[in-house]
Structures are given as C-alpha cells and as structure tokens.
C-alpha cells in the first residue's frame, strides 16, 4: 500500500507528463486535454470558417494518431518512492521523458501547423495574451510565497492573536490532517529546498520560453526540437531528481495512517473520474 501510495502521488507531484509541452498556459498534459488548452487559447481571437476548417482537420488527424491511453491502461511506476535513490530517481525520470518525446514532438507540431493558419493580427493577440498571462502567474505565484511565509511565522510564534490557532493548508496533503509539528516540519523542508526550486523553476521557464519560441518559428522542425531537448534534458532530469527527492521527505513526515488515508482519497478520486467519464 505505502509503495503504491508513494508512486502514485509523487508521479503526479513532480509532473513528469509536462516536461517537454511548454503549453502558453503553463499547464501540462497529465492533467489535461493538451487539445482542449490549444482550443481555449484560441478563444476571442475571430477565426473565420476556413480557419476553423482547417484547425479542425488539424486536429482530428493529431487525434488519430495519438489516441489518449484510458486511465486504467496506465501502468503503476515500478519504483518504490517511499526509499528510491537519487541514482534511481534519475533513471526512472529520464526514462518517462524519453517515453513521451514522440507524443510532445507531435504535440509540438500540432500547435506550430495551428499557428501558421493564423493571420498576423490573430498571432499578435495570441503573442499579447502570453504576455498578460506570464505576468498574472507570476503574482500568483509571488501571492503564494507571501502566504507561505506567514504561514512560517505563525508556526514560530510571530503571529499572535486568533489567528494563530488556524492551520495552514497544505494543499499537496488536502484531506489530511496535519499537526502543528508537521506543518513546522513541512514548512523548514520547503525553506530548505527554496533556492533550488527557484533556480529550477527558471530554468524551466527558460525550457519552456524556448519551445514556445520554436513552435512559432519558420525554423521550426523534428531536429531543431530534438537539439533544444538535448540542450535542456541533464538540467530537467536533475530538477525532477530535486523535485522528486522534496516530496520524498515530505511524505515521510505523514504517519502511517495518514499516508493510508491519503491513498483512500486517491482512490475515492479516480473512481469518480472514471464515474464521470461514462
């Protein structure tokens, strides 16, 4: 139980089925329809019935070709996450990347062949859209360091008054109780890998930048797509490595019988998205 709770929760964590799609949405194909994003960022932007032909037809070909796996064709990882090394986490990681380059190549090619069905203005807005989104996400994201940090201060003693007694959530465990020597403890890990996942994230900003680049580029092919990956694997392998290697110690802060029912809420999970697929 604890082997498979570990897999399945840590996979997803570290996001491995999103390394090489570089989507404008920042969102990865291990949660949704690749195709879906592409529709939703082409919203507003006046496509005229010829575009919209072709756009489908693009798409229905990308489609037959890359059939999504049903959720239970997926294989569980054969890795015990609950005591992996970093040597095994490597390999196990490298191998799931290299399983899907072919998928995010053709992914790839899809949203290069979509773009160059858009007009100049059409490609401007989608070049503004990304702008506004990048900066959104960063305040997002600049909103949750904030809240983290005071979270910390409370667990210290800093905060004072009513609101000392509320926990934080820590939404990687939601569902899970958690004390407040865990929340203490899950907070000094996160500190601790601060600067590494900072330095992480921009490189695979930088990854992800790039890709996008590519896909709307004249140079764009199967090649230069191959070279870029190669230019970036070691450093996406080795932050999956730290990524994975984080969440292994957090785990390890649950007791047993949080992490059992951690994995009943998973499991009560993909059978209502299995529910909600009939």
């Known amino acids: 139980m604890k082997k498979l709770l570990i897999a399945s929760v840590t996979v997803a964590a570290i996001g491995l089925g999103g390394l090489a799609l570089a989507q404008p949405a920042g969102s990865g194909m291990r949660h949704h329809d690749p195709v ?13 019935d010829a575009q919209r032909e072709e756009i489908k037809t693009l798409v ?14 997926i294989e569980k990882p054969n890795l015990d ?8 986490f490597s ?46 996400k960063q305040k997002h994201h600049d909103a949750f360091v904030k809240q983290e940090t005071r979270f910390a201060k ?35 890990l996160r500190e601790s890998f601060k600067d590494t996942s ?16 590519l896909v709307r580029s004249e140079s764009f092919s199967q090649d230069a797509w191959n070279a870029l990956t190669a230019q970036y694997k070691e450093d996406l392998v080795s932050a999956k490595v730290e990524k994975a290697k984080q969440r292994q110690a957090m785990f ?8 059992a029912k951690l ?15 009939l």
């Open 263 to 277: 994995e009943a809420l998973r499991e009560e999970e993909r059978k209502l998205r299995e529910l909600f697929k």
């Open 91 to 136: 390999a196990f990681i490298q191998t799931q990347i290299e399983e899907r380059e072919a998928r995010h190549f053709a992914f790839a090619q899809l949203r290069h062949d979509i773009y160059n069905v858009l007009n100049e203005e059409q490609q401007e807005t989608l070049l503004a859209r990304d702008a506004k989104r990048e900066l959104d």
């Open 36 to 48: 879906k994003e592409i529709v939703k960022h082409l919203r507003g932007i006046s496509l005229s």
């Open 198 to 213: 900072k330095t992480n994230r921009e490189m695979l900003r930088s990854f992800k930048d790039a890709q996008r680049d």
């Open 154 to 188: 409370r667990m210290n003693g800093e905060g004072k008054g009513p609101q000392r007694k509320r926990k934080p959530k820590d939404f990687l465990f939601e569902g899970i109780e958690l004390s407040d020597e865990q929340i203490a403890s899950l907070a000094e």
């Open 60 to 73: 229905s070909a990308f489609k037959d070709a890359n059939p999504r796996p049903e959720f239970g064709d």
């Open 81 to 88: 996450f609950a005591t992996a090394t970093e040597a095994q």
């Open 252 to 259: 390890q802060i649950l007791s047993p019988e949080q992490q």
